[in-house]
């Protein structure tokens, strides 16, 4: 098998780097990300037992399933999912994001192997999950498509991938870059490419090319009225969340 490349972009980790110890800030840099996350969970959780027929109100319905958050960050995502019972590897590329994930996790009791590595590595190690979670990653890696594959082989065969992004386009360019970062400075300026944003139909050819298959698509929406967010069938303008299967 050749050797993967790596498609860790240094610019982009530092970014993050610089903000690793705001991740559990619900005020902070990250206000965004706590504002999104239960509807990243209800999406995420609805389609691990829908696929894997899963009861989501027994105790622990995801037991006996190894899930990999890539790009953990803070743990805002591994430390739900090893609450549902799952043996739950959180990796990040910035280093300074994992001893944060470490802390909190021991903090809240949970047992959740972080690593600083990254899903290339992993891949070459023969690592394998049931799920393989890639949240808001995509649009700040060097190479989508070589870090596409990489999430393949890191699956088991029927395995799920769940991959969200930012669709590229000007209301996007209008919410994601001017409004979160200029106006709302909810984000630090910078911390997003509009040209690295990827349209619905572009991540569904790149997983296909990758050797996943889409199975469905939904669209995070915020209402600045009930300052929440939703999930939408036909509303992908600017956030959006994709499911995909590799083949078994």
């Not at 110890?21 to 969970?41: I, S, T, V, Y």
């Not at 743990?75 to 802390?103: K, T």
């Not at 903090?107 to 990254?118: F, K, N, P, V």
């Not at 190479?143 to 990489?150: Q, R, V």
């Amino acid at each position: 098998m050749q050797a993967l490349q790596s498609t860790v972009d240094a610019g982009e980790i530092a970014k993050f780097e610089a903000m690793a110890a705001e991740w559990w800030d619900e005020n902070g840099k990250f206000k965004p990300l706590h504002m999104l996350n239960p509807c990243r969970l209800d999406y995420i959780t609805q389609q691990i037992a829908g696929e894997f027929d899963r009861d989501l109100k027994a105790a622990k319905p995801f037991s006996g399933l190894r899930i990999l958050d890539i790009g953990c960050g803070g743990g805002l995502l591994a430390e739900p999912m090893a609450r549902l019972g799952a043996d739950v590897v959180g990796a990040d590329a910035a280093g300074r994001n994992i001893p944060v994930a470490q802390i909190h996790a021991e903090q809240s009791g949970l047992e959740i192997d972080y690593r600083h590595t990254t899903a290339e590595a992993m891949a070459e190690a023969g690592e394998e999950f049931d799920v393989v979670l890639n949240m808001e990653v995509v649009e700040h890696v060097a190479s989508p498509i070589d870090y596409l594959t990489a999430c393949r082989q890191l699956l088991k065969p029927g395995g799920l991938h769940i991959c969200s992004t930012l669709n590229r386009n000007a209301k996007s360019y209008v919410m994601a870059i001017i409004g979160a970062e200029h106006v709302m400075r909810w984000l630090p300026k910078g911390t997003h490419e509009w040209s690295k944003f990827i349209t619905p139909d572009e991540l569904y050819a790149l997983m296909r090319d990758a050797g996943l298959e889409p199975v469905d698509r939904k669209g995070f929406v915020f209402n600045p009225v009930s300052w929440s967010w939703k999930l939408s069938d036909r509303d992908l303008s600017v956030n959006y969340v994709t499911a995909s299967l590799k083949p078994a």
